[in-house]
């Protein structure tokens, strides 16, 4: 167990950067609470994360303003998810930039919807950053402080295995749905 918590003191930065690119939420999760056990800097994973997510969604949006076509071909079993991103856009305007950041799932969807549009990059660049910093700060800080019961149930979970299983089963079954529910056609 010690071989494991000092790779985490010399590539968990790293890793914890690599995963906040894609989105990260359970990667600052995890740095949060092992920052309480003391074997992470809080101040520094949150730093780091905030760092991947931001460049993680500017680079997506970048990506997708600049190379359409290649990101059409990509996106086209997920026409329905990126119209709803538009629907959104349009009915909350630019805190969706901020939303999107706290629901699973639409993290990496809105920042290509929002880039099809005219949105101004800077525009997009600047509340991204902002909206990377809350999202590092509330869930560095929830993990931290929220340490103890959460160390004792990733403990619960070691000891009872098959309740991983069932717990990723809910949670995906329950973000398929909702993303299913609100992308039907009417």
Same mark, same amino acid.
């Given at each position: ?5 000092s ?10 950067f690599?995963y906040?690119? =894609?989105g990260?939420?359970?990667?600052i999760?995890a ?6 056990m003391?074997?992470?800097?809080l101040?520094?994973?949150?730093? !780091? ?11 997506l ?5 600049y ?7 990509t996106? *086209? ?7 709803l991103?538009?629907i959104?856009?349009?009915?909350? =305007?630019?805190? !969706? ?8 799932g639409?993290?990496?969807? !809105? ?9 101004? #990059? *800077? *525009? ?5 950053i ?17 340490g103890?019961?959460?160390?004792? #149930?990733?403990? #619960? ?5 098959w309740l991983?299983? !069932? ?16 992308? *039907?056609?009417?």
């Amino acid at each position: 167990m010690e071989d494991i918590y000092s790779n985490l003191t010399t590539y968990g930065y790293i890793a914890l950067f690599l995963y906040s690119l =894609g989105g990260g939420f359970i990667g600052i999760v995890a740095a949060g609470v092992l920052s309480y056990m003391g074997k992470m800097d809080l101040w520094t994973s949150i730093a !780091v994360a905030f760092a991947g997510n931001a460049l993680g969604d500017i680079l997506l949006f970048w990506l997708t303003r600049y190379q359409k076509p290649m990101m059409m071909e990509t996106l *086209k079993k997920h026409r329905r998810k990126l119209a709803l991103s538009h629907i959104l856009m349009k009915k909350h =305007g630019d805190w !969706v930039i901020f939303i999107q950041k706290f629901i699973y799932g639409l993290k990496t969807i !809105v920042p290509i919807a929002i880039a099809l549009t005219k949105y101004d #990059f *800077k *525009k997009f660049a600047i509340l991204n950053i902002f909206a990377a910093a809350v999202w590092a700060l509330f869930f560095g800080l929830a993990s931290y402080y929220f340490g103890a019961p959460l160390k004792a #149930f990733a403990l #619960f979970i070691a000891h009872n295995k098959w309740l991983a299983p !069932v717990i990723l089963l809910i949670l995906g079954g329950g973000l398929w749905w909702y993303l299913t529910h609100f992308t *039907k056609k009417r």
